[in-house]
């Protein structure tokens, strides 16, 4: 490291003078014999609201219009306000200089000729409610976190900065002529961090994200604390502050709304707000972080005294060489397997600006973080029904072909290849009028078997198959008993297909597309009807209108039944065949997204949990994004997770 560090005291005469002639005081008036007091502060540069560097690295601040001072005031010893709100009107000659008018008409101090005044102030105005306001213990806070809104610019100084006024004492018997002058001073010392890299630095420019101050001696931050307005700051006694429950900070970190360039050419410099304080040599630690979380860390030798109302400038010159690397983020899947309904957990440790996590399940892949997915759509299926009638309990089931030529006969049916998938669908359900009272009728609510993903069924050409429901009737028996009910005989069951519909949907997209839906009218063709083929066996004389009837029930226009003679003499068989349905084409989804542990802006979790709601074997990646001086790097774990029932 190229040390060259300047450690420079600036008394920076913040105390302020009288109030030039050239600007007119505002006068407030009352009813009556009383007469307002009056407020002014001026004089050269100070540490309040608009801050600017003077070529000798000092401060330069003036008023700002609606910036607001708190008065506390006493007569003869009481309270004779508190805690009272004043607005600063800075003069257009010079901004360093203002006068004070009460911002609350009712809470106005007034000059009392025959008491002993006091007066305290401080800035910047805070109302107090939850406690009674006391000028021995006002309330402050001097954060441990600081942000600084630009590079090189103390504007946010006054945010953190605490300004109390030299007590005004005023003997009993003083005639109110002219205003009361305070004299401010800044109760914290103001720090000025100067930096600039080595001339060999590889980076035309670093970007710092935080620049922090640790101590093993003193408070550098009092995030809760009370001082005491009565009392004059005494640059070279202890302050008159009491720290809160929570006790000081012994770090002061600083960070930036835009990250800090630091280049080879010139100091950029960074200002905290510290609390005053002694530390011995070899207590006061720097700690500089760059964009990607390595550190540049530098314990100073001397001893550091930071007095009230002082700006102390430290330059350095740092070397690319001492960042050293900290906080690598690092993620871990300690079990690589789990049941579905069950968490997957995710250990990290270290820092990532960002960190996702990809399932492996369609939509989630890391495989396609950088490239598009053609995506197939999901097909579903769904049917209600109800029986009616008999005892053969199982009268249809539901088959797919994909070889099936669409000839509408017995024989071109069955010289297909069907494949039967009722065992997806719940089909078990009672008869009305064996196991019920009542028969099916226009109010009947029907059963639902079930919503069913067919998408393997669509392997015909052109991804397309055909579905049906066969029906089977056995001859009738009267030797046959239904061991449900002891019921005598195995008559005829009616199946009744109330709805039916399949459904193409892209996982990537919220709505479907129904590509078959119930509907049948009697007497007319239509190719998106289905079509009923009844079996050879089936004759006029004994099966009449039974085979095959459409109803309108309520909320269902179009009920379909398939039936026989009740006490059939032979095996009766019938169809109803779908239409040729065709699966629509993959689409170009684009590319998978992960899900998000953490954004920019979130705090970094030590664990994320996963449900996965499918078994399957599945490959998980968990990606951390960090910035580094190159640019950003991506860590990833990739690891195969096995997920069962």
């Given at each position: ?43 050269t540069a100070t540490t309040r609201t608009e801050v600017g560097t003077n070529d000798d690295r000092t401060l330069s601040i003036a008023w700002a219009e609606a910036d607001e001072v708190g008065i506390y005031g ?108 305070f004299n401010f001073a800044n109760v914290f010392s103001i720090v000025e961090l100067r930096f600039k890299m080595t001339a060999d630095c590889a980076l035309a420019s670093v970007p710092v994200k935080q620049v ?434």
């Amino acid at each position: 490291m190229t040390n060259r560090i300047t450690f420079t005291i600036i008394a920076a005469s913040l105390f302020l003078a009288a109030c030039s002639q050239d600007d007119t005081m505002p006068r407030e008036t009352l009813p009556g014999e009383k007469q307002a007091v009056l407020f002014s502060a001026g004089g050269t540069a100070t540490t309040r609201t608009e801050v600017g560097t003077n070529d000798d690295r000092t401060l330069s601040i003036a008023w700002a219009e609606a910036d607001e001072v708190g008065i506390y005031g006493r007569n003869d010893g009481r309270s004779s306000g508190d805690n009272y709100a004043y607005t600063a009107t800075p003069y257009k000659s010079d901004a360093t200089r203002c006068s004070f008018s009460a911002s609350d008409s009712y809470e106005l101090f007034t000059w009392t000729k025959t008491a002993a005044q006091s007066y305290y102030a401080y800035y910047p105005y805070a109302k107090i409610t939850d406690r009674t306001p006391n000028p021995e213990a006002h309330p402050f806070s001097l954060p441990a976190l600081q942000t600084q809104s630009e590079g090189n610019s103390p504007a946010h100084i006054a945010r953190y900065g605490l300004m109390t006024a030299a007590p005004v004492d005023i003997p009993a018997g003083t005639v109110g002529e002219g205003a009361i002058l305070f004299n401010f001073a800044n109760v914290f010392s103001i720090v000025e961090l100067r930096f600039k890299m080595t001339a060999d630095c590889a980076l035309a420019s670093v970007p710092v994200k935080q620049v922090r101050l640790l101590s093993d001696a003193a408070a550098l931050a009092i995030p809760a604390g009370t001082i005491d307005l009565t009392r004059a700051i005494d640059p070279e006694a202890e302050l008159p502050v009491v720290i809160g429950e929570g006790g000081g900070s012994q770090s002061l970190a600083l960070t930036f709304d835009t990250n800090l360039a630091v280049t080879k050419t010139d100091y950029a410099s960074a200002y905290l707000v510290a609390a005053p304080g002694t530390h011995p040599a070899g207590t006061l630690r720097l700690e500089v972080t760059a964009i990607d979380n390595s550190i540049y860390g530098y314990t100073i030798p001397e001893q550091v005294v930071l007095r009230p109302n002082r700006h102390y400038t430290k330059s350095y010159e740092l070397s690319l060489d001492e960042f050293v690397l900290s906080d690598e983020f690092e993620a871990e899947i300690p079990v690589l397997s789990c049941k579905v309904g069950e968490p997957l957990t995710v250990s990290m440790t270290g820092i990532a600006d960002r960190v996702d996590f990809w399932s492996g399940e369609e939509g989630h892949d890391y495989a396609y973080a950088e490239k598009d997915r053609m995506q197939e759509p999901d097909m579903t299926m769904n049917f209600m029904m109800l029986l009616n009638s008999g005892t053969q309990r199982r009268p249809a089931k539901v088959m797919y072909s994909t070889d099936f030529d669409g000839t509408m006969t017995q024989e071109g049916i069955l010289a297909a290849t069907w494949t039967d998938v009722s065992d997806r669908f719940d089909m078990t359900t009672y008869i009305y009028g064996t196991d019920t009272k009542t028969t099916v009728g226009a109010s009947t609510p029907p059963h639902n078997a079930g919503i069913v993903d067919c998408s393997e069924w669509f392997t015909g050409q052109g991804n397309s198959c055909y579905i049906a429901f066969f029906y089977h009737i056995d001859k009738f028996d009267a030797n046959y008993t239904d061991p449900e009910t002891g019921t005598a005989g195995n008559g005829r069951t009616y199946f009744y297909s109330y709805d039916m519909w399949v459904r193409a949907q892209y996982k990537s997209e919220s709505s479907y597309t129904e590509i078959y839906r119930q509907k049948y009218v009697d007497g007319v063709s239509d190719p998106s009807y289905p079509t009923f083929v009844q079996g050879s066996t089936f004759s006029s004389s004994e099966d009449e209108k039974n085979p095959f009837r459409l109803f309108a029930y309520t909320g269902y226009p179009y009920v379909l039944r398939l039936g026989a003679a009740f006490r059939p003499t032979v095996d009766k068989d019938s169809y109803l065949v779908m239409p040729k349905l065709t699966r629509p084409e993959a689409k170009n989804v684009g590319k998978d997204s992960p899900f998000v542990i953490k954004g920019s802006d979130d705090e970094q979790p030590a664990s994320y949990q996963y449900t996965f709601t499918a078994p399957g074997t599945y490959q998980v990646a968990v990606v951390g994004t960090v910035t580094t001086l190159a640019g950003e790097k991506q860590i990833l774990l990739r690891k195969s997770v096995t997920v069962t029932e």
